[in-house]
């Protein structure tokens, strides 16, 4: 009887999806923001000659990146909305319990690897007394990228990245992706 009951409703069910339900509107193709790699992680020491852990002030990651995509003004723009996830270990040559964390968000055409437009930022993390590890989320961060008959969302990639010198650069390719 069940499935006989199943075969009888199938075409009530279709009719019942071809109903105006007033929205239209697909969903929306989103550019997929990657971490660049070599860039996730940012350590800072105490200045001097010594890098060990007791000269260790802080050592930060990024360890994600969450948001989503809305149709933008007349479907002529993508607005993407972006929020980075940031771990933040505070070390034993730690003076304070403020630490200011440089990132930055780039937007790059897929093809050609050129940078269309890029954002500084600085997530300022807060460790409270006796806290060691703090995980935090950024403010939203909002992009409008254009789209239309010469570009769609498929032409851009999004990279999230700590602000490195050349210093935590070379740091980062010494020890490798952790």
């Not at 279709?14 to 509107?25: E, F, Q, V």
């Not at 060990?52 to 802080?58: C, F, K, N, S, V």
């Not at 505070?90 to 055409?109: K, N, Q, S, T």
């Not at 954002?119 to 789209?147: C, I, Y």
Request: proline fraction near 6%; glycine fraction near 10%.
């Amino acid at each position: 009887m069940g499935w006989r009951f199943v075969l009888a409703a199938l075409p009530l069910l279709t009719l019942m999806g071809c109903g105006n339900t007033g929205d239209t509107r697909l969903p929306v193709a989103c550019p997929r923001p990657s971490l660049l790699a070599e860039g996730a992680d940012l350590t800072r020491y105490r200045p001097g000659p010594v890098r060990d852990l007791t000269a260790l002030e802080w050592d930060a990651r990024l360890t994600g990146i969450s948001g989503g995509c809305n149709p933008g003004r007349g479907n002529r723009s993508i607005d993407v909305t972006l929020s980075a996830a940031f771990t933040v270990e505070r070390g034993a040559g730690a003076e304070g319990r403020v630490v200011d964390l440089p990132w930055f968000v780039a937007v790059v055409d897929a093809e050609s690897e050129r940078i269309l437009a890029r954002q500084n930022f600085v997530e300022r993390v807060t460790f409270a007394r006796n806290e060691m590890r703090v995980t935090v989320d950024s403010v939203p961060v909002s992009l409008s990228l254009p789209v239309g008959e010469t570009r769609r969302a498929g032409d851009y990639r999004i990279f999230v990245s700590f602000q490195l010198d050349e210093e935590d650069l070379a740091l980062n390719r010494r020890r490798g992706p952790r």
